[in-house]
């Protein structure tokens, strides 16, 4: 029976892998952890088989439990696979230094999991044996030495054909760097047979970076009685081929603490290594499509801007009949038209725009102080014409010690017109929209409701999203491209705050924007602003 120990804070990942290890073979145990005190804790008086743990935890990191879970005796060597999301090498070589065995990516491939867990297990297993093994031998020892060499001899042979069972090179070398020993895999890729390797060095059999590299960590792991981490290096088969291992020393001492032997374990690991660069690969490529699609939006919204601009100025000069009378009055309406047209069009160009800005990183902050009882009442002037002609009543509740903010006045009208226009867009007739603003903790919040048609949870998520439009029998008729939510959202964080939307189909929904503590005024100024 083994005990696998799965340690994460989150709980659907903790099930995943608590699932995963079950899935391992009949005879598994597994014992699932919160926290790495309490795996600790129980490791204290238990002796777990594997332990498979997150990173990245609240209370104590990866790193620090592995640290102290290797000061437990019995658990100086059991091995520990780090199971995390954060691609950050630094986090992998915290993990390893500190003693970790493996290291996965999440989300995790179950095949590659499985395949690992039995490996170190089958390890774990080979090492109990030896250790059971060795005490059985050293009780014999004590009896009767023929029947203790007789059993070292049977043991040496299992042992031996338990090394070569595992799909690992695995040697052991003697005070100058010499093999003791070496398994078949390992020979293969030398290009010899086990018993022609013992007695000489890696240098004599292959002569290359690898040998040097190897005889240079013993003879330094013999002089400071220390094994190096865990740690990845090259290997040129005697077929030219180039393989990636995970490569990990352990010392071999004598009962006065002398180092006798290095023991050297090396998985392959080239393929996963393969694997791991066609992703970066991947994601360097999505960046550059990501960041020319971005300098793309931004070019043709500037581009388009101005004759839209020069079409909106002339309609103007038309409709208003500046120059004299146009002579038919349809012409009158359809110059109207066109300047209704070309100032949707341009606002939605504008809003393109600041979603390639923001995404490029560009956009700006001018921040001054603002009273948003003013504010409000600006934005909602811009919007009264829309809320008659679809009976919509707007109202306010603005409480009267709400303090200034340091903000962008034109950036937070804009924030604002779009969650107030969408709330009269989504609201039937004769209906209400109320914008109050208040103090909420130690900030300022601005909450939009209305008594319209309401969201699902499915619908919130697409509403969110840049161009997610909602479709259904009662928003199909909606105009809008989708950005005005999505972008107050941005506009919000560039602020330091949140955006929150709560919404009930056929209720209505609120929408909160939370300015922080720190975007609060302590001292009024003498001018004030609200953007033009």
């Known amino acids: 029976m083994s005990i696998i120990v799965v340690i994460d804070d989150r709980v659907t990942n903790r099930r995943v892998l608590e699932k995963l290890a079950s899935s391992i073979g009949d005879n598994i145990t597994v014992k699932a952890f919160a926290e790495p005190q309490a795996a600790l804790e129980w490791s204290k008086s238990n002796i777990p088989d594997l332990v498979v743990t997150d990173f990245k935890m ?85 009896k009767d030495t023929d029947q203790l060499e007789r059993a070292l001899t049977e043991s040496h042979e299992r042992l031996l054909l338990v090394i070569d069972a595992v799909p690992a090179m ?74 990636i291992f995970l490569t990990s020393k352990s010392l071999v001492r004598d009962s006065g603490g002398q180092v006798t032997n290095i023991v050297t374990v090396s998985f392959d690991i080239t393929e996963r290594k393969a694997a791991e660069q066609q992703l970066i690969h991947a994601k360097e490529l999505a960046e550059v499509a990501n960041r020319s699609k971005t300098e793309f939006l931004a070019n043709m919204s500037h581009e388009l801007r101005t004759p839209l601009n020069a079409i909106i100025g002339y309609a103007q000069v038309i409709g208003t009949e500046l120059l004299g009378p146009v002579g038919n009055d349809k012409y009158g309406d359809y110059a109207r038209n066109i300047e209704e047209s070309g100032s949707l069009l341009l606002h939605i160009i504008k809003d393109i725009l600041d979603v390639s800005m923001i995404e490029a990183g ?154 922080p503590h720190d975007r609060i005024m302590e001292e009024p100024p003498d001018e004030l602003s609200v953007g033009g």
């Open 58 to 142: 609240p209370k104590m990191d990866g790193a620090e439990f592995i640290r102290q879970f290797r000061e437990l005796p019995p658990c100086i060597d059991v091995p520990v696979m780090v199971v995390t999301a954060y691609e950050d090498q630094a986090f992998r070589y915290a993990a390893l230094e500190s003693g970790a065995t493996d290291f996965l990516l999440s989300p995790v491939d179950h095949h590659e999991f499985r395949a690992r867990s039995r490996n170190l297990l089958s390890l774990r297993e080979h090492q109990k044996l030896l250790n059971e093994r060795a005490i059985t031998l050293e009780r014999r020892y004590e």
């Open 170 to 243: 695995i040697s052991a070398t003697t005070a100058g760097a010499r093999y003791a020993f070496m398994n078949n895999y390992q020979a293969q890729l030398f290009g010899v047979i086990p018993d022609e390797a013992v007695g000489r060095t890696a240098m004599e059999l292959l002569n290359n970076d690898y040998a040097r590299n190897s005889i240079a960590l013993d003879e330094r792991a013999f002089v400071t009685g220390e094994a190096p981490s865990l740690f990845e290096e090259e290997f040129v088969t005697v077929n030219k081929v180039k393989r």
């Open 362 to 515: 560009t956009i700006e902050l001018h921040e001054e102080p603002v009273d948003l009882a003013t504010l409000v009442d600006d934005v909602l002037r811009l919007a009264e014409e829309r809320a008659a002609a679809a009976r919509i009543a707007i109202r306010t509740e603005i409480e009267p010690d709400v303090p200034l903010l340091t903000v962008d006045p034109v950036k937070v009208k804009q924030i604002l017109l779009n969650l107030v226009v969408n709330a009269l867009k989504f609201t039937l007739v004769a209906g209400q929209v109320t914008v109050a603003v208040r103090r909420a903790g130690d900030g300022v919040e601005i909450a939009v409701t209305d008594n319209g048609v309401g969201m699902t949870s499915e619908e919130i998520k697409v509403a969110v999203t840049r161009f997610g439009r909602l479709r259904n029998s009662e928003t199909q008729a909606v105009p809008g491209t989708g950005l005005g939510l999505p972008l107050s959202i941005d506009l919000t964080e560039l602020h330091g705050g949140r955006l929150e939307i709560e919404s009930e189909k056929g209720v209505g929904t609120t929408i909160i924007v939370l300015f």
